[in-house]
């Protein structure tokens, strides 16, 4: 009656009068400025509370209402107007994941998601699709499973894939569906694991070509411990014919190979050695013999270590630097600025400047787990902006080379302990420096009491030393254990005193180590070794004058002679050149003393969190055309714009039409604001169905970060009859 009487109202005085519904379905379009559509009543837009809803959905006025919805509450997946089969993973775990009772509860939404998936079914097309979306929709969770197991399998022979897919590969096959393979998170593999280990036990592993190696590397789905130990064998039986571009296909399949066993990296850089080292000539200055020792000399030295193998030619060499530096000492005494007495000098400046330092002298460090920490501190946040060989004291012994680090004096003959120096360096650097005995010292400190922190950390070295036959873990797992821990603590630390982002930390070492064989020749007499080697040093004997005089007559043309009256020290010592010693050694230990580049190069690097914005890499194709089936080359040039430099820059050519044996290209270092031109040499282009595009990927670091990115070119092609050429490039 009300309603009628204010509509003849209207109608009598419309000027004054206007009648307007109140619709929420109304008021919502016009909020949201879309189109609402008319299955949706103004019922199911009450219930849902959607008016109030639709402030925190971003509404996008390109999408219809319905997709707008599917978008923001599963994904934009379910806005395509037929079933994208080839993203069937992401589907089915978006169901899994997102589609739960409580959304279903919203009738709004539960309107808009049944009339999807019934327009979805009627564009169906064939039998195998409609098997695989009526699971989809019915039972997302057991699809899921069944798609695990086949992107797992994929690539195994057709049996297996049969015996733990089932019915449901011809559908996966007819449908191309694809995945890198995964393990579905309510899935038990247990069935899956004994399957393929089955089949991989059945495999011939001896005797094979390259290519079949990469034909089984790429049959594994690189998920399981199984596969990875049947690599190990398999790589390990055929090392003479493996080459980089295996390791890197066996790197890209593992990716998890970490998490499968913490040596992953560790066996397969060591599976084949580096590059044999070069003979270093004639040297005539430090920096080269340190070039030397790090680019060539220690990789290979360290694969030795790990596979305990044995080169004269390699030692004849390390006799060479030891010579050498012995021979310059006295001057690098004087004037090289790395040698580690130095070094706190060096560093005074920012050492004054920082908020915090926090320095870590790890006992008995080299080069050999220098990646380990860069990229486990990478991992933590902070990058390496220093990585610096210094050159420690001779004899390589922790109460000459430390001592000297602390004292900042090439010798040192007064008794004070290293508390007792780091409080001298209060006065001459102007700043407060605490000593931290050993790492539990940490635990006390609640706030910060100094400018400077210095701890005296001793693990790896008593991890050194000690037998390695009386170990469970491998020597490798527990220094990297021990670094880790010990990161940990330093980074704790800093966060305790909340100081994390401006601390700056420092590694540096006292001496390296090395192991010798006791195959390793050794020219010094029995009835000349010691009783028992004092600090572990059984490379240097520690004489006085009378005893002195003797040894070095009867042995001085095996050592290195330091008499104390010349360097001002309290002892005379002797020196085993080479890899001499004055102890039987063996495998299962590492010593120190001597003058081997492993013994007396040591890092100092810097880590600290810098916030900095990458400038990305210019890769510069300079030649684009090339010949079909013929040997040839690709120019590029590498432009680094940014400040810091790029370490160990990886190309790879994706081309499968372009054969190129080598796999991949290393450029150790591009400096920063540089560049630098590179030849990859014999490839061959064959003709493909993309063969007018050169397409590479590179992989690299920057401030202990890792990046990747892939570069495509347009080229262009001839034939072999456009241009005269040589024969011999056939071959």
Not at 603 to 630: A, C, G, T, W
Request: hydrophobic share 35%; aromatic share 12%; proline share 3%.
């Amino acid at each position: 009656y009300c309603l009628n009487a204010l509509v003849r109202m209207s109608e009598r005085y419309s000027e004054f009068i206007v009648l307007e519904l109140n619709s929420p379905k109304k008021r919502l379009e016009e909020k949201i400025g879309l189109s609402i559509p008319q299955y949706i009543t103004e019922d199911d837009i009450i219930k849902d509370g959607l008016s109030k809803k639709a402030d925190k959905i971003p509404f996008n006025k390109g999408m219809s209402f319905e997709d707008n919805l599917l978008s923001y509450y599963l994904s934009n997946l379910f806005t395509h107007n037929q079933v994208p089969f080839t993203h069937i993973v992401d589907l089915s775990r978006t169901l899994v994941n997102e589609l739960d009772n409580n959304l279903l509860k919203s009738e709004v939404f539960k309107r808009v998601y049944l009339k999807k998936i019934k327009d979805w079914e009627e564009e169906l097309s064939n039998d195998s699709q409609r098997t695989i979306y009526n699971e989809l929709i019915s039972d997302p969770k057991s699809l899921l499973e069944t798609i695990s197991k086949y992107s797992i399998t994929r690539n195994y022979p057709k049996g297996l894939i049969s015996d733990i897919v089932g019915d449901r590969v011809k559908d996966f096959e007819k449908l191309g569906i694809k995945s890198e393979p995964f393990i579905a998170d309510t899935m038990n593999a247990t069935q899956i694991q004994g399957n393929i280990k089955i089949h991989l036990n059945s495999l011939n592993i001896l005797d094979l070509g390259k290519e079949d190696i990469v034909g089984y590397l790429q049959s594994l789905s690189g998920l399981f411990i199984e596969e990875l130990e049947f690599v190990y064998d398999l790589l390990w039986n055929n090392k003479e014919i493996l080459d980089t571009s295996i390791l890197q296909l066996v790197r890209m399949k593992f990716k998890s190979g970490l998490q499968l066993d913490p040596l992953f990296n560790e066996k397969i850089n060591n599976i084949i050695p580096p590059a044999k080292v070069e003979n270093p000539g004639k040297l005539e200055n430090i920096d080269g013999w340190i070039n030397w020792a790090i680019n060539s000399y220690l990789p290979y030295k360290f694969w030795m270590e790990y596979n305990n193998v044995v080169s004269s030619e390699a030692d004849h060499y390390a006799a060479l630097f030891g010579e050498w530096i012995f021979t310059h000492y006295d001057s690098m005494i004087s004037s090289e600025e790395r040698m580690i007495f130095r070094t706190i000098a060096n560093l005074s400046t920012e050492l004054k400047e920082n908020e915090l330092s926090f320095i870590v002298m790890i006992d008995n460090f080299n080069y050999k787990y220098v990646s380990f920490c860069k990229e486990y501190m990478a991992k933590k946040g902070y990058s390496t902006t220093l990585n610096k060989p210094i050159i420690a004291m001779i004899p390589t012994e922790t109460s000459v080379s430390k001592t000297a680090f602390f004292n900042g004096q090439a010798f040192n003959t007064q008794n004070k302990s290293y508390d007792t120096m780091c409080k001298e360096w209060e006065n001459l650097l102007g700043c407060s420096i605490k000593y931290l005995s050993d790492i539990g010292k940490l635990d006390i400190v609640e706030e910060k009491s100094a400018n400077v922190y210095i701890l005296n950390y001793l693990s790896i070295d008593r991890i050194l030393h000690e037998s390695q036959n009386n170990a469970a873990l491998p020597i490798t797992v527990q220094i990297q254990k021990e670094l880790e821990a010990m990161i940990d603590k330093v980074l704790s630390f800093g966060k305790r005193l909340g100081l994390e982002t401006q601390m700056k930390i420092y590694f540096i070492s006292d001496h390296g180590s090395t192991k010798i064989s006791k195959d390793q020749m050794n020219l010094i007499d029995a009835k000349y070794y010691k009783a028992k080697a004092d600090d572990n040093a059984y490379r240097v004997l520690a004489l006085n004058d009378s005893k002195y005089n003797t040894y070095k007559d009867n042995i001085g043309h095996l050592c290195y002679v330091m008499d104390r009256q010349h360097y001002g020290i309290k002892q005379n010592y002797l020196i085993a050149k080479g890899y001499n010693r004055f102890m039987e050694t063996d495998s299962s230990f590492f010593v120190h003393g001597g003058i081997t580049p492993e013994e007396i190069i040591i890092p100092l690097i810097r880590f600290e969190q810098i916030h900095v914005d990458f400038l990305p890499l210019d890769i510069l194709l300079r030649d684009k055309e090339f010949r079909y089936s013929v040997l040839t080359s690709i120019n590029f040039t590498l432009k680094n714009y940014n400040a810091y430099t790029v370490n160990q820059l990886e190309i790879e050519i994706l081309n499968t039409n372009i054969q190129w044996e080598q796999g991949t290209h290393v450029i150790p270092d591009i400096p920063g604001e540089s560049q630098q031109d590179v030849i990859i040499d014999n490839v061959r282009i064959l003709k493909g169905d993309n063969d007018k595009i050169l397409e590479i990927k590179i992989r690299f670091e920057y401030l202990g970060m890792e990046y990747e990115k892939t570069y495509t070119y347009p080229i262009k092609m001839k034939s072999t009859q456009e241009n005269k050429f040589n024969l011999d490039d056939l071959l």
